[in-house]
């Protein structure tokens, strides 16, 4: 996986600003870069509904190639998650339509992440974070936020990313996660 930086998170907004107006690189991408740790993925979120040939003059605006026809929606109900593939080992872009859910704005969704060292988000202004986001980065911790009345494969995927994290992240303390290591997905 190549080097990025935070700067180049924000070159990729600003290129797909061209074509989602309201689009900001948000979660991991951001969080691991933050803390020197490899990218695995860059997520884009919109709150724009997104088409075959919105993804496809995205892919060309940020210099990748939509090669997905059908979403990667961990819900099994929705489609808003679709990949553009960067090539040459860059992390893929995973587009993520906020349109089916309740909050649309980009930025405002960081609030409902489910782990607090993840709301951060890349603009084409440069990083923002939410409180909760640098309460955990001042403590070297990881909060889980709570489920929150969350849909069932919405608790599925924290608990997977819980694992995801407390391997990524060995050295940080994890909040208010014990209920999310009893879960059939953290096993």
Same mark, same amino acid.
């Given at each position: 996986?190549?080097?990025?930086?935070?700067? @180049? /998170?924000? =070159?990729?907004?600003?290129?797909?600003?061209? %074509? *989602?107006?309201?689009?900001?690189?948000?979660? &991991?991408?951001?969080?691991?870069?933050?803390?020197?740790?490899?990218?695995?993925?860059? @997520? /884009?979120? =919109?709150?724009?509904?997104?088409?075959?040939? %919105? *993804?496809?003059?995205?892919?060309?605006?940020? &210099?990748?190639?939509?090669?997905?026809?059908?979403?990667?929606?961990?819900?099994?109900?929705?489609?808003?998650?679709?990949?553009?593939?960067?090539?040459?080992?860059?992390?893929?872009?995973?587009?993520?339509?906020?349109?089916?859910?309740?909050?649309?704005?980009?930025?405002?969704?960081?609030?409902?992440?489910?782990?607090?060292?993840?709301?951060?988000?890349?603009?084409?202004?440069?990083?923002?974070?939410?409180?909760?986001?640098a309460l955990d980065i001042a403590c070297n911790r990881i909060t889980y936020m709570g489920d929150?009345?969350?849909?069932?494969?919405?608790?599925?995927?924290?608990?997977?990313?819980?694992?995801?994290?407390?391997?990524?992240?060995?050295?940080?303390?994890?909040?208010?996660?014990?209920?999310?290591?009893?879960?059939?997905?953290?096993?």
């Amino acid at each position: 996986m190549n080097k990025l930086t935070i700067e @180049d /998170l924000k =070159t990729l907004v600003v290129k797909a600003r061209d %074509v *989602l107006p309201d689009a900001v690189i948000s979660g &991991g991408a951001p969080r691991d870069i933050l803390h020197g740790v490899p990218v695995k993925d860059i @997520d /884009l979120m =919109t709150g724009y509904g997104v088409t075959k040939t %919105v *993804l496809e003059r995205l892919a060309e605006a940020v &210099g990748g190639t939509f090669v997905v026809e059908e979403p990667l929606d961990p819900s099994g109900m929705e489609e808003f998650e679709w990949e553009i593939d960067m090539g040459l080992g860059r992390p893929a872009i995973n587009v993520i339509c906020l349109d089916p859910f309740e909050i649309t704005d980009p930025v405002d969704n960081l609030h409902d992440f489910d782990f607090g060292l993840s709301q951060i988000a890349v603009t084409s202004h440069g990083a923002v974070m939410t409180p909760a986001a640098a309460l955990d980065i001042a403590c070297n911790r990881i909060t889980y936020m709570g489920d929150r009345g969350r849909e069932d494969w919405r608790i599925a995927s924290s608990a997977k990313r819980l694992k995801r994290l407390e391997a990524k992240y060995p050295n940080r303390i994890f909040l208010n996660c014990d209920a999310l290591r009893q879960h059939p997905e953290y096993k």
